[in-house]
């Protein structure tokens, strides 16, 4: 066992120190990121967008429980005075029942869709009712391309409605001069780690630097690497790196954006990973949108030297945060009022009574 | 009923016993509380026992030791968002359907709305007795007067314990005014109150109790030679043998003249010449009766006639502040103890309450018995008075000293701040009603607040003492005392000098 154990740690320090030699190394090689400044938050109005959500299946029916929370931090002179919500604090979940006739793959594409129509229609809300300086969404603001259908499908109409939705919310930003912001909390994006191998690598090599044997010898390493675990070796506290574009994406209902969507990554602390932002923003003003979501977004994400996210999601996720208890009092007090009935009847799989 | 919070689920409850609940924003409830919330069983009455807040933000150590180091959360979190009063609640009992006191059998659901509780139900659901009871003052947290029925409150017995300084005497004096201030058709009571450091003698001072208060100066109190005979001898001695007590019987025949007094000093000196008994007899009889003698509360007849003295409505306080030998006291007390108990026995007397003060030293646990003289007749008296309206009081500031015998008959107690753990313990054993949280709060009580547990209140039940009617005799302060200590004696040395030179 111990045996394993070594031999496990040797492979995982071995592929480790081969990134952090890469990242030194392009790091020496070439300027790829900024330092981001401190900066007082003024009178700033941030609002932070989460949802929870919950599906379960029984026997007759597919149950899903989600709900949204917009909550809004108002600074004056920098200091937090006040916090809004929006529908309120703690607001009653949302029950949908789901015809158990689709596959669980079109079942879990509708979840995900469910999941971003009502964070975007609270987003949405939230803009008119608060009407913040900067939104800032739990999760991205780019709709995966996993969940994009053919229209021939029985659930394109939810589809049609949240890419609606996102071009909405994009749309209104862009006019009201809101800064978009999505925070991901566990990306494995390797976005980055593509665009250095693409772009970045191959620029140094054909430079005169001296790390080009290293990178050369080390460069392979990102084929296996998400982006945060490469930038842990080559960010530092209060940097970030250079935002690039989702143009290789072509996401098929969103062509008039595809060149307006941007992502970075921050480091606000020290001992976390880096966190990866995406944005909205015209092509022409990136640095000067890069700049200002990132140093908003980095002063309210330090909260701890080992946790690093946005205050206002912290703050949303604990109010709209669903567990498995609510929903089983959601079905309980659906089955008290039904009697005895197979619909809601426990999968046999998960109901073994032995 | 005003709203006072929601109940919640947690691992433990809500129970038939136990809940928790949120209390609603704006409403304040306190420890101590009546609350109520309806169950299948009907209206459960519940006693707050417990109140804590709580805050997602500040729940993790490491977390809330992070933020200091880099920011504030205050600054960064709408923790003010976050906190939540939970009230933990201890059911006491439930009205069902025809408004009968029952023991709930079913708990409260969680989400059920907690209530507060209005004075008739309280009173009710607390047995207390708002015509004729004894008025200690006000139930906490309620506007209700704490008006306890005198038959519960004092026939099965009482004792009021509490530490030095908390409102013991004040409590006492509260209750002697609502004893001499009730009606004839209210039912009056004779009070004797056995006052071991003079702290009841200002009664006499106030000008609404003047009439009504005579204090016996104990070293006045004279025991007739005439009433004793060697058995009643060998009770004030209990180291005496039975040939002792057989010899002292027949000298005491010789001594004794027609009216059947006889004399101490005669006593010891025909003992000294007789020439039947046994030399040790003879010696260990003298060297007791000596000590006897010695404290000079012997005499021909008993003084004072206690029974023109003990009048309904009226208070008797034996002062015994000049008196410094314990024995004394305890003789003295066991004398008049006794005395009482005989009268009231062949109705001679008035149902009487008996308040002793300082009881441990009086009636001491563990002590051997020629240490605690008065401790018989006060253990017979609470476990036989209440059939002849003999009833007692005891008062102590260490309950563990007192005896488990005599304590445990008191059925009712008021119970002020306690914080030895000894006591505390010794008190929960005496007491079945005392719950481990009730226990929590006793030490924690502020002066003049109490806690009423057993026959008077259905349920324990926290007050907040009423302000006595009659004057206060403060003490001088300790600096004040210093001050006027040292004056004295400076001026004393002054006119030391004065005569020398």
Redesign the interface.
Known sequence: MDEILSNLANKIAEISNKRKALANAIDKGIKIKHKIDDIDLGNLKICGIDGGFLKKDYHGARLILRRAVA?C?NFTN???E??EYLPN?RPFPEAIIVNPEYSDQEFNVLSNLKREEIELEMALEAIEKFRPDIIIRDGSIILHPSSAILATSSIYKTYANVTELFKQLYSECERRNILLVGAIEDSKGQRYCNYLNKKIIPEVLNSNSDQKVIIAGNMKILDNTTDSLFLYYLLDINERTESITYTDLHLPDFESWNNKLFVTYIKP?DYDRPLRLDFISKPENLNETTKKITEIVCK?S?????YSYP?VL??AD?RAKLTDVEIEHFKSALAEKLGNNPTLMELRREGRPL | MTRLGTIIATPEGPSVNNFSFVISAGQIVKRGQFVSVDTEDGRAIATVSNIFKTN?YFESAG?VN??N???QL?????VK??EYTIAEAHISGAYDAKQNLIRPSFPPSPGSEVKSVESEILSKFLGLDMKRGINLGQVQQHELDAKFNMTRMIQKHLAILAISGSGKSYTTTVLIEELVNRGLKDGRIAILVIDNHGEYENLKDDPALKDKITIIDANEVKVGCKHMTGRAFAALLPRMSGVQVRDLNRIIQTVRKEDGNFDLTDLIESIKVDETMGKKTAEALISWLSELEYMKVFAGDDYPAIEDFMQQGKVVILNLKDILRLDKKQFIVDFISKRMFELRRRNAIPPYLEIIEEAHNFCPEGAKSENALSRKIIETLAREGRKFYANICLISQRPVQLSTTALSQCNTQIIMRVTNPYDLDHIKKSAEAISSGTLDMISSLKVGEAIVIGEAANHPVFIKVRERKTKESHGTKLEDYAILWEAKNENSKLADGNEFL
């Open positions: 909550a931090f920098g200091k937090l006040s916090c604090s602390v309210i330090k909260h701890n030297r080992n205050s912290i703050e604990a | 997602r977390s992070e933020q180091k880099t920011s205050y600054s960064a979190f709408p968002e976050w």
